[in-house]
């Protein structure tokens, strides 16, 4: 018997009956009328179904939630596919229209931009007017606008922990017509933190910027990481204000008088283009429990595109690493607690969403997707994940994370303090994560990483191309601990990893923390990583770097030019065996995306090469 097949279109009608002839409109429709067949022990699905959707976007209005109900089995799977030689996309974005020049400037339009720039009403989405940080252009990214343009970073004049201030130069304190949304994004040592800015009071030659709470208590209070100011001040950057929009690709809106502005860059036409704003944070969930896991389903061919993210509108975004966002952090004095008697501050944090999350499931297969234009992580296995397949996918243009897996320790408890649940199916374990095209990631939060693996187990991730990043390539591990945890048995090998760590330091292509006993780094191909001139520390980055508590891994066989590594107060049983530019030339051609997976190349707008 062959597998039940409901097709989807977006030209077709939720009350059709899901064959080829007469679509579903939407998936939802499609896997609710799976899900009947299993509630209703057809045995027509005894070899699986399969959701077939035909090329175009659909666009969501709530996520997709694939529950335990839907689960597959070894032999029938839930599978969604792309149908031959098309190209679905699953799209949390609403489209702006009825775009129409600027004849008469608002106030705070800059000369500059007179005559250049195009103005749209803001839609409605679940009936409030929809709010966004993101804006694409036939899928071209455009810029929020700031200033000073980028990629060029103003200085502080002042950094004011007592008082709470940071200063400006004058010349960036306005006078704004509208500073609701006014906000600063500041580099700091490995991360970038954004404040919205409060006040602005002139005080001499300076001016001194008061920020929002929360992120006001969070980014004076905690230790790490600082903003740097020596010695020539923290590098920052201003957006939020209509004044700051002075040049092509730049878009502000005005979140008050309900319209956006935006200045074409040259080839654009506002009224043939496609204008993209975002509107959901989650296109897909895939959710179930320890005891009743959601298991056996795949995603083939689909396109995951357009979400929003917009805490760091509404509470600021202050992140400790990769990402996780602070919500409580400040430094002991005197040291130690409890469980760690020399640690010298604690930190509470929280996880950024992704396109698409998966939790409490098993069996769990990603082939040859493509997560794209979105504003946090692309593909989240949070908690519970087991057995799961990640191959053969695009993670490019993404805010934060490309792809995140396993405990961060975020929540209740204290971050520093070792994961190591009772229950070890709580634990992301045998995963595997090969031949992935990750690159263009942390394009937001510039303290993202590619691949980022917190507390996994028997975790692979192999053969993958990782380029053209903020930080680190992969980060391998969270805690900063030596205490026995849930993290063992990893291995990281034969990726392609090169051009990263174009804005921050402190940084590698393969980064760890804590201990894991049995974990293994090798073969990798490592290159191409040259520091801008805004971080605190141009010297401070490596191709290999164990830091805090690393412990029990093998690093060997990895090339890389140089013999450029760190191992930062680690643990005990770590092993280096022939790293270096002598490593076998054999080493880089085996490494990154295999032979048959090489024509997802075609698909970065950025790859890089030497």
Not at 156 to 174: N, Q
Not at 208 to 230: D, K, N
Not at 265 to 275: A, I, K, P, T, Y
Not at 404 to 421: C, K, R, V
Request: hydrophobic residues 35%; proline residues 6%; negative net charge.
């Amino acid at each position: 018997m062959a597998e039940v097949q409901l097709w989807v279109s977006p030209d077709g009608s939720d009350t059709s009956d899901g064959t080829r002839e007469r679509p579903f409109a939407s998936p939802e429709a499609a896997l609710r009328g799976a899900r009947e067949m299993r509630r209703l022990k057809s045995p027509e699905i005894a070899d699986g179904v399969r959701i077939i959707l035909r090329g175009g976007v659909y666009r969501l209005t709530s996520p997709l939630c694939v529950r335990p109900e839907d689960s597959g089995t070894p032999d029938g799977r839930l599978v969604f596919e792309a149908a031959p030689e098309e190209f679905p996309v699953l799209s949390g974005g609403v489209v702006l229209s009825d775009w129409r020049r600027v004849t008469e400037a608002p106030p705070g339009l800059s000369e500059t931009a007179q005559g250049h720039v195009w103005v749209a009403d803001v839609p409605e989405f679940h009936g409030r007017a929809l709010e966004f940080r993101q804006l694409w252009v036939d899928n071209q990214k455009a810029t929020r606008a700031r200033e000073p343009d980028a990629p060029t970073m103003a200085r502080l004049t002042a950094w004011k922990r007592d008082d709470r201030v940071a200063g400006i130069r004058r010349s960036l304190a306005g006078p704004y017509h509208n500073a609701d949304d006014l906000e600063m994004t500041l580099l700091q040592m490995w991360e970038v933190a954004n404040l919205r800015i409060k006040s602005l009071v002139n005080d001499a030659n300076q001016s001194l910027a008061g920020f929002h709470q929360p992120e006001s208590r969070l980014e004076f209070e905690h230790p790490w990481p600082p903003p740097v100011m020596e010695p020539e001040g923290a590098p920052f950057f201003l957006s939020g204000a209509l004044e700051l929009l002075d040049q092509p690709g730049e878009w502000h809106l005005d979140r008050r008088a309900g319209r956006v502005y935006y200045w074409p860059r040259g080839g654009e036409d506002l009224q043939q283009d496609e204008v993209v704003v975002p509107a959901l944070e989650s296109l897909v969930e895939v959710a179930g429990s320890v005891d009743r896991p959601v298991s056996h389903v795949a995603f083939r061919g689909i396109g995951f595109q357009h979400t929003t993210w917009l805490r760091p509108s509404r509470q600021g975004h202050v992140p400790l690493q990769a990402g996780l966002y602070l919500t409580e952090a400040y430094k002991l004095r005197p040291k130690g607690t409890p469980e760690w008697r020399s640690l010298d501050n604690q930190a509470w944090i929280g996880r950024p969403p992704a396109a698409v999350l998966v939790e409490g499931a098993n069996h769990i297969v990603f082939d040859r997707c493509r997560f794209e234009h979105l504003a946090s992580a692309g593909l989240d296995l949070r908690w519970a994940t087991h057995g799961d397949l990640v191959q053969g996918c695009t993670f490019q243009d993404i805010g934060g994370n490309g792809l995140q897996l396993g405990s961060f320790q975020e929540g209740a408890i204290e971050t520093h303090l070792a994961y190591d649940p009772s229950d070890e199916r709580v634990i992301c374990q045998r995963e595997k994560i090969t031949n992935n095209l990750v690159t263009d990631c942390g394009t937001e939060d510039w303290g993202c990483v590619g691949i980022c693996i917190g507390y996994g187990r028997e975790v692979v991730v192999e053969h993958n191309e990782v380029c053209n990043l903020s930080y680190t390539g992969i980060s391998l591990g969270w805690g900063w601990t030596r205490d026995a945890n849930a993290m063992r048995n990893n291995r990281v090998a034969a990726n392609h990893i090169h051009h990263i760590a174009t804005r921050m330091s402190d940084t590698a292509g393969v980064y760890t923390l804590s201990a894991q006993p049995g974990t293994v780094i090798e073969e990798n191909y490592i290159h191409s990583i040259k520091m801008s001139p805004y971080v605190h520390d141009a010297e401070h980055w490596f191709y290999l770097y164990l830091d805090e508590g690393s412990s029990d891994i093998t690093v060997r066989n990895n090339w890389c030019p140089a013999e450029r590594f760190l191992s930062n107060a680690v643990g005990p049983g770590n092993v280096w065996e022939n790293n270096g530019p002598t490593v076998s030339e054999s080493v880089q051609q085996r490494a990154g995306l295999e032979s048959e997976y090489r024509d997802l190349l075609q698909h970065a707008q950025r790859a890089s090469s030497d």
